[in-house]
């Protein structure tokens, strides 16, 4: 794992508990052209942010998913 | 009925209730027996100083003079006005009165109710029963510790020396409070700290009884969820914002709700 989807992990978890690994792997895998979740980099935030914050609405309230796309995409 | 026995929510207001009660019952017992005592002490206190006042403005040569059958006259009178005056100064004072020494015992010779038609005692009239607080008001101020009886009823009485134109002691001064003005003083302050810790106890109540509900039905709200979730139903919301254990606990089980949804949207997917 980088470091980068250490700190997107520890975020997401908070929020989405422990299947938020499973919703990133697969928010990564689809729209950032087939990368592995854990080899994401500073570069891939701004952009795994935004379908995260899509994603995780689907099970949160809406507010919620926006900061959590905030804050990951801050590490960007 | 067994439910609500064994609900948290019976559990803490009892405990808190049972907790105020022994607190207040403790301080109440303290407070009133201390309070109770400094009432009577402040009442006494009263009693010698205008007893001290009254003597210091009695003439001991006049009263020294009067002798049974003169009552009529007017320096009785006068003296007996000059009682009345002060006794009516204060509506709580029942009688001023002073005695002297008669053989072995003690009479009375002026009382302050002669000319106002509250005339109890002639000159001479013996003083049944002499308190030691009596006899030692001829070598200073005294006071009774206890209520005491008078052809006038039950009083607290305070007592001091009048002296003569030499400075002997010729006699003594009484100013009596009727006993139910005394306790009634001393009844005030029991029924005002009871009211005090009346109120205390139905606020604690109903604090408690508040504070216990909103966390209880935030409990029952977790519950529900947790029954509805365990029958397969995950469109559950929890609207619980707390900053305390309970708080954590919505938070945490909200995470666990979250988690348990994207696992079965994937399962969902992936079929």
């Given at each position: 794992m980088s470091k980068t989807s250490d700190a997107v992990l520890e975020i997401a978890v908070e929020y989405l508990g422990p299947a938020a690994i499973t919703l990133l792997e697969r928010q990564t895998k689809f729209?950032?052209?087939?990368?592995?979740?854990?080899?994401?980099?500073?570069?891939h935030c701004k952009e795994l942010a935004k379908w995260v914050g899509l994603a995780s609405a689907m099970f949160i309230e809406q507010d919620l998913a926006q900061e959590l796309a905030d804050k990951i995409g801050k590490l960007g | 009925m067994a439910d609500m026995l064994h609900s948290i929510m019976t559990k803490l207001t009892a405990g808190f209730v049972i907790l105020v009660i022994l607190i207040t019952g403790l301080t109440f017992l303290f407070t009133v027996g201390a309070s109770t005592e400094k009432i009577q002490e402040s009442t006494q206190q009263e009693l010698v100083a205008l007893a001290s006042l009254t003597a210091a403005d009695l003439n001991g040569d006049e009263i020294a003079k009067l002798k049974p059958?003169?009552?009529?006259?007017i320096l009785y009178l006068m003296n007996a006005e000059q009682l009345a005056h002060m006794s009516q100064?204060?509506?709580?004072?029942v009688k001023i009165f002073t005695a002297r020494k008669q053989g072995d015992g003690m009479e009375y010779v002026i009382d302050s109710g002669y000319n106002i038609g509250k005339r109890d005692v002639k000159i001479g009239n013996p003083v049944s029963n002499p308190t030691p607080a009596m006899i030692s008001a001829f070598t200073g101020p005294s006071v009774e510790k206890d209520f005491v009886e008078r052809p006038w009823g039950t009083v607290l009485a305070g007592y001091a020396p009048i002296k003569n134109a030499r400075g002997e002691v010729i006699g003594i001064v009484g100013v009596d409070m009727d006993a139910a003005v005394v306790q009634n003083r001393m009844d005030f302050v029991g029924q005002t700290i009871y009211l005090i810790l009346f109120l205390g106890i139905l606020c604690a109540g109903l604090i408690i009884a508040i504070f216990s509900r909103t966390m209880i039905r935030d409990i029952h709200m977790l519950i529900e969820s947790a029954n509805k979730i365990s029958r397969g139903d995950t469109n559950v919301s929890i609207s619980i914002n707390r900053n305390d254990e309970i708080g954590e606990l919505a938070s945490s089980f909200k995470r666990m709700i979250t988690s348990l949804k994207i696992l079965m949207h994937q399962d969902y997917q992936h079929e």
């Amino acid at each position: 794992m980088s470091k980068t989807s250490d700190a997107v992990l520890e975020i997401a978890v908070e929020y989405l508990g422990p299947a938020a690994i499973t919703l990133l792997e697969r928010q990564t895998k689809f729209h950032l052209q087939g990368l592995n979740f854990p080899d994401i980099g500073p570069e891939h935030c701004k952009e795994l942010a935004k379908w995260v914050g899509l994603a995780s609405a689907m099970f949160i309230e809406q507010d919620l998913a926006q900061e959590l796309a905030d804050k990951i995409g801050k590490l960007g | 009925m067994a439910d609500m026995l064994h609900s948290i929510m019976t559990k803490l207001t009892a405990g808190f209730v049972i907790l105020v009660i022994l607190i207040t019952g403790l301080t109440f017992l303290f407070t009133v027996g201390a309070s109770t005592e400094k009432i009577q002490e402040s009442t006494q206190q009263e009693l010698v100083a205008l007893a001290s006042l009254t003597a210091a403005d009695l003439n001991g040569d006049e009263i020294a003079k009067l002798k049974p059958g003169m009552e009529a006259e007017i320096l009785y009178l006068m003296n007996a006005e000059q009682l009345a005056h002060m006794s009516q100064a204060d509506h709580e004072i029942v009688k001023i009165f002073t005695a002297r020494k008669q053989g072995d015992g003690m009479e009375y010779v002026i009382d302050s109710g002669y000319n106002i038609g509250k005339r109890d005692v002639k000159i001479g009239n013996p003083v049944s029963n002499p308190t030691p607080a009596m006899i030692s008001a001829f070598t200073g101020p005294s006071v009774e510790k206890d209520f005491v009886e008078r052809p006038w009823g039950t009083v607290l009485a305070g007592y001091a020396p009048i002296k003569n134109a030499r400075g002997e002691v010729i006699g003594i001064v009484g100013v009596d409070m009727d006993a139910a003005v005394v306790q009634n003083r001393m009844d005030f302050v029991g029924q005002t700290i009871y009211l005090i810790l009346f109120l205390g106890i139905l606020c604690a109540g109903l604090i408690i009884a508040i504070f216990s509900r909103t966390m209880i039905r935030d409990i029952h709200m977790l519950i529900e969820s947790a029954n509805k979730i365990s029958r397969g139903d995950t469109n559950v919301s929890i609207s619980i914002n707390r900053n305390d254990e309970i708080g954590e606990l919505a938070s945490s089980f909200k995470r666990m709700i979250t988690s348990l949804k994207i696992l079965m949207h994937q399962d969902y997917q992936h079929e």
